[in-house]
């Protein structure tokens, strides 16, 4: 758990990048730092592990104020990953993925074991990367090396900054579902800053949506399309947030609300869709008129009935102007 | 040709114990220039302000003509009774290898990415640790250049040890001259050049077997 308590940092020349904020970072979630550029995302973050100092307020980490750690005790026991993956160019995959456990003084046996495990976690084949060099990596695989070298010691506390950011775009969902994946076993409490805005929905349990250094609200991604504070938000989220906000639902959200439509045996041009499946994934879907009827099917591939327009609209509405969001990704 | 053969049989003894001389006056003076060069270009990289300075006076250092830092050396160097010989030449050789040794140990340190230098801190190394693991071999390729050409320039400036004493090839090229012995100069010439050359080739093999794999393209 981080708990941020008043805290503030003034830069020397005077900018005042982090404003007497207040938030806290549960146990086994994903906060997200989300805001323009200049908002004081990266400096928020980087006060956690000490490489900005703080100037007013505190900082606690599992109940202990970060300012009276031992600073170098604190990093090794937070996993750090920016975006340009900072992998130590002069060192193998395997020495840049074990520099944590190697600077604790963990035994070869133990680093060897635990290299492994992380590799399969990212779904690399350990021997064939143990010996090879970063350069010799595509980005993708750079910045999963970069996650895999974060979690090398098992911290509890991950931070992350914009770790996806440099990735086009197919790659970087491809990762953040990933990502998602490995967090549900792992659970660890990670800071994470994003300028993305479907990056935070996707990523987040809580967004704090900051401007100047201010937060503007702290809230989950659903309330916080569906009930923003201020104008701000308002804006930041845009006119399309209605849309944005389908990506935090399921079909099966829709299912267990207002019912699917039976489906008719008789059309021919259909496609299936997961009922897994997110609801702005689907509506894009409907949208496309990439079929005449989209059946849905559960795991097994049993179909469960059809999903329209008509319904997602239908749904939009009564989660709007109904009650607050009910389900959140997985 | 006849008379190149006459004049080796007779000289190739001196001239290779000469040349033993030349690489052991400057390879002791590359190895104090080394030691005080390198840790002082780190130390600078942690020092803007001195960094400048030091830059600076050691710019000037390599401005200063061979044969006046040399005289230079012999009256400071007398009173301690040394002002001709080798301990003046060495001194003089050590001065003028600061400049390439700090100047490329400094900007190499310096020019290792602030993103790298960042993860270094951000994982939890202590100072000397991102030196040691990050920062100096990622810097070593620029480090080695500042080596080699510190070699190179001592080997040349090392000729004119011979004027004060020191010995070195220096001593063929100038009883060549006083002498009007073409042989002489001739053979020192080329024994320096090619000193000069073999210990540039080296010291690229060491800099290649020790430069990381993963940096070295
Ligand atoms: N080292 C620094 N010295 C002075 N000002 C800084 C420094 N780093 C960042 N700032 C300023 O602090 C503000 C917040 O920066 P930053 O935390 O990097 O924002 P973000 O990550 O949200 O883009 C900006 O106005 C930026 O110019
Ligand atoms: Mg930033």
Redesign the pocket.
Known sequence: MITFDHTTKT???G?T?VNNVDFTVEEGSIVVLL??????????LRMVNRLESITDGRIIIDGQNSMELNQIELRRKIGYVIQSNGLFPNMTIEENVMIVPDLLGWSKKEKRDRFHTLMELIGLNPKEYRKRYPHELSGGQQQRIGVVRALAADPPVMLMDEPFGALDPIIREKIQEEFLQIQREVKKTILF?S?DIDEAIKMADKIVL?RG?EIMQFDTPSEMLAHPKNDFVVQFFGKDRAIRSLSLHTVKDLQDNIGLVDFDETIHDTKTININQDLRNTLSMLMNQEADQVIVTDNNDHKLGAVTIDLVQKYLHFEIKGKPAASQKG | MQEWIRFLDVNAPRILQLTIEHAMLVGLAIIVALIIGVPLGIYLTTNEYLAGTVLQVASITLTIPSIALFGVMIPVFSMINQGIGFVPAFVALVLYSQLPIIRNTYTAIKNVSPEMRDAAVGVGMKTYQRLLRVEIPNALPVIMAGIRTAVVLNIGIGVIAAYIGAGGLGVLITQGISRGDNYLIISGSLAVAFLAMIADGILLLIQKRYTPKGIAN
């Open positions: 830069y020397e020349g900018v990048a805001g323009p550029s200049g908002c004081g995302k990266t400096t928020l800053v300028h900051l250094g």
